[in-house]
């Protein structure tokens, strides 16, 4: 289910700054002093100049900012030019203010670093604004109307955005045109009519329903490929590709022998129809190619082409995996690579261990459908203790070359960490670039040279820039010295780095309790929980402890900063955030062990991780809160109806209750049957469920236990949601009330799943604390 999550592209940390009292602090409070710095995974939007003695890099970084009076995120560009001196030197100067980049949409700086693509997508029917930017002025700026397309994608799953080698092109994914609304009159049907605002005597109806793809894409049913010139603004929408296609992610190929300029693009088949993609990666999906709508002009340059370009056809260049997407050229333009989570699709699991393939491109331009794959990192099973658990990778940087043109550099999930690792595309070499001994959350932002620019952070500690430089790479032991880097972005007051210096944190391994139950044996491994607490206990007593359970169910909760989750661990609470069998970043055998036990095994991991900290002296068995959202809330829900013992007070974030109403309302009803029915579910699924489908999908719903609840409970939920929608949790609050079970719920009206906006975020949390420390004595 949806939930923030590692995998998602444009993923942020950032943190609320807070107050500990002897109570609660007020709203009043966090208001005066709510500060979200975020940089983003693409944060660093160009870095240009390699390094040279004596010489530097231009870099710029995107920073958003919540504000909470507008109830949206301010965006800003900082730069800063970094000079490197030697491997144990690195200085960075910082502009001296950011600038804001009010309504802008998103920016993508050409392969030079000279110019700087500028997207405003309207918030109406007005165009969408396109700016050229040079170093000191607008160069373009080209306003192109909703007849020609709608807005442009950002939204970092099919958004692609790609400039041409030579910078006079840019293939983009935007909506495409709405279909015409019919015309009606009070005499009936008006053929051939137009409606304007001025005529009274007639209006525009709804015509046909078209599907979208779900939540957070909500009237969003067609990205279509276009070609934009930047010195003409003439746009082209590539023809050829079929109707049933949705086409994201596009890429230049490299530049070819001969007259012909190919795109490549990833396409999911909406046949037989559009089920929720937003975090499912078991959609079908393949890599296509197709010519531009280009000429050589007698100037010897391209330029656009207003008809369809004769014997051009789109090639399907993966058709023996059924998934490939974030395609990716080698710098010398002779290779292809792509991750695929074909793992996801073949089980119906909506994430799961990824694969990273490539496949040869042709320096003559003659394609093949389809192209020879080749696997550069396979599904890794099982793993041995300690070593590469599978490839877990939210995006591909823009450029993640190092110099020798064959190795990549990638964020992953390993266990219950982010970390750097080293790919060679040749040989499927993984190395491990972050400290092995670090327990802390590493977030790629960009290269610099053969140099690495990254975040890390850990709960209890604020993000910090971190410069990577390579050692001894001529090696096969090479090595990489990591420099910390002084940085505007993520400071915060003193008081607040008091608050983190009293907290801890430590990864803790959990051992099975019936491994006799374990089908495969990374199933039978110890999963993990990240234990966050005060350095020091009051007069021998623990703190009142909440267990944190993240959503999917095949997602992970990671050791990086959250604001959310240092709120509450500042007002007096240890943290118990449990990765339990069925996250992501273990291996393949440990996630594909939860579908079809959903309920049992996830709940059972819950409970032995709380027994394992209470064991431990780390929390007493009387003071425990849980807390969770979409499948976290699913367990939560579940965990008070089967141990209405163990808690004393419970929230709920868009909770799944009852998947039995669920699967006819929700944008996954394939989900409610592969993690009730396992494997065999992606088989059974059907839009019109059985009897004894919905029997058992109510057997597996927490509300089934509902009888023998007494936890106090606040819901949280919001009335946007198309994957969980509000009636699923309303229906079991509602049903707690009814047996005298203390309840509060709190309804975001323009909230979808996630419950992120600034002020629903930040009332949900604060809620969340008051429910708390109410019961938590």
Request: glycine fraction near 8%; include cysteine; charged fraction near 20%.
């Amino acid at each position: 289910m949806l939930q923030k999550m590692p995998r998602q592209r444009n993923c942020h940390w950032d943190w609320m700054r807070v107050l500990r009292k002897s109570m609660l602090p007020s709203p009043s409070c966090f208001k005066s002093s709510q500060v979200s710095p975020v940089l983003t995974r693409r944060g660093l939007l160009s870095l240009t100049a390699p390094m040279h003695a004596g010489m530097g890099s231009q870099a710029m970084f995107s920073i958003s900012q919540a504000n909470l009076l507008a109830n949206k995120r301010r965006k800003f560009i900082l730069s800063a030019r970094i000079s490197k001196e030697s491997n144990s030197a690195v200085n960075f100067q910082w502009a001296q203010f950011p600038i804001e980049m009010g309504g802008v949409s998103t920016t993508v700086p050409s392969p030079s670093g000279s110019k700087l693509l500028v997207i405003r997508n309207p918030e109406n029917e007005s165009p969408t604004r396109f700016e050229i930017w040079g170093q000191g002025q607008v160069e373009k700026e080209f306003h192109i109307p909703q007849s020609v397309h709608g807005s442009v994608y950002t939204d970092g799953w099919f958004e692609g955005i790609s400039w041409n080698s030579d910078e006079t092109l840019i293939a983009y994914v935007a909506e495409e045109p709405s279909p015409s609304k019919p015309v009606f009159s009070g005499l009936g049907y008006r053929k051939g009519s137009a409606s304007t605002d001025k005529d009274s005597g007639s209006w525009k109806g709804q015509g046909e329903w078209e599907e979208d793809w779900g939540e957070t894409y909500a009237g969003k049913k067609q990205p279509a490929l276009f070609v934009i010139s930047t010195r003409s603004g003439e746009i082209q929408s590539v023809k050829g590709i079929a109707k049933s296609l949705s086409v994201g992610q596009v890429v230049w190929a490299p530049s070819t022998e001969g007259p012909s300029r190919y795109l490549v693009f990833v396409g999911w088949s909406s046949d037989p129809r559009k089920l929720g993609i937003k975090y499912c990666y078991n959609r079908p999906c393949a890599l296509y190619a197709v010519q531009a709508p280009v000429y050589k002009s007698e100037a010897d340059a391209f330029e656009l082409k207003d008809s369809p370009i004769e014997g051009s056809q789109v090639l399907n260049l993966t058709q023996s995996i059924s998934s490939a997407f974030y395609p990716l050229f080698s710098p010398d333009g002779r290779f292809l690579v792509f991750l695929s989570a074909k793992s996801s699709v073949d089980s119906g699991a909506h994430s799961a261990t990824e694969s990273l393939h490539k496949i040869d491109w042709p320096v003559n331009g003659q394609l093949s459908s389809p192209a020879k794959i080749v696997d550069v990192i396979p599904v890794v099973q099982c793993s041995e203790d300690g070593c590469f658990p599978g490839l877990y990778c939210s995006e591909f940087l823009r450029n993640p070359w190092l110099s020798d043109g064959c190795s990549m550099i990638l964020s992953s999930v390993w266990g219950s960490s982010q970390v750097l690792i080293s790919v060679n595309v040749l040989n499927g070499d993984v190395k491990r670039i972050s400290p092995a001994d670090s327990k802390f959350s590493w977030n790629l932002l960009a290269l610099d040279g053969d140099n690495v620019i990254a975040v890390s952070s850990s709960p209890v500690d604020l993000p910090e820039i971190r410069y990577g430089c390579l050692v001894e790479k001529a090696t096969t032991n090479a090595a990489w010295n990591w420099l910390n880097i002084s940085s505007p972005i993520f400071r915060c007051s003193e008081k607040v780095r008091s608050l983190l210096s009293s907290r801890q944190f430590d990864i803790l391994k959990i051992p099975i309790k019936d491994v006799s139950t374990c089908l495969t044996k990374g199933s039978s491994k110890p999963f993990e929980a990240i234990f966050v607490s005060s350095n020091s206990k009051k007069n021998g007593v623990c703190d009142p402890l909440i267990v944190m359970l993240h959503g999917g169910p095949h997602s992970a909760s990671l050791s990086s900063f959250s604001k959310s989750l240092a709120f509450l661990s500042s007002i007096g609470y240890s943290l118990l955030i449990v990765n339990y069998r069925g996250s992501i970043g273990f291996g393949e055998e440990a996630l594909q062990s939860l579908p079809g036990k959903i309920g049992s095994q996830d709940v059972n991991d819950v409970l032995t991780a709380i027994d394992h900290v209470i064991d431990m002296g780390l929390a007493s068995p009387s003071s425990i809160a849980v807390l969770g959202g979409s499948h976290g809330g699913f367990l939560t829900t579940h965990l008070i109806g089967q141990a209405p013992d163990k808690f004393v007070a419970a929230a709920a974030r868009n909770p799944v209750c009852n998947l039995a109403s669920m699967v006819g309302t929700t944008d996954i009803p394939d989900w409610c049957y592969v993690e009730t029915y396992g494997l065999d579910g992606k088989h059974k699924f059907t839009e019109a469920p059985s009897a004894e489908d919905l029997r058992l999908f109510y057997s597996k719903s927490p509300i089934s236990h509902i009888g023998k609840v007494k936890t106090p409970t606040i819901f949280l939920i919001g009335a946007q949601d198309l994957r969980v929608p509000m009636s699923n949790g309303l229906q079991y609050a509602r049903a707690l009330k009814e047996k005298g079970v203390e309840v509060k719920i709190l309804m975001f009206p323009n909230d979808i799943h996630g419950i992120d906006r600034p002020q629903s975020d930040f009332e949900s949390f604060l809620n969340i604390g008051v429910w708390f420390k109410k019961y938590c004595k």
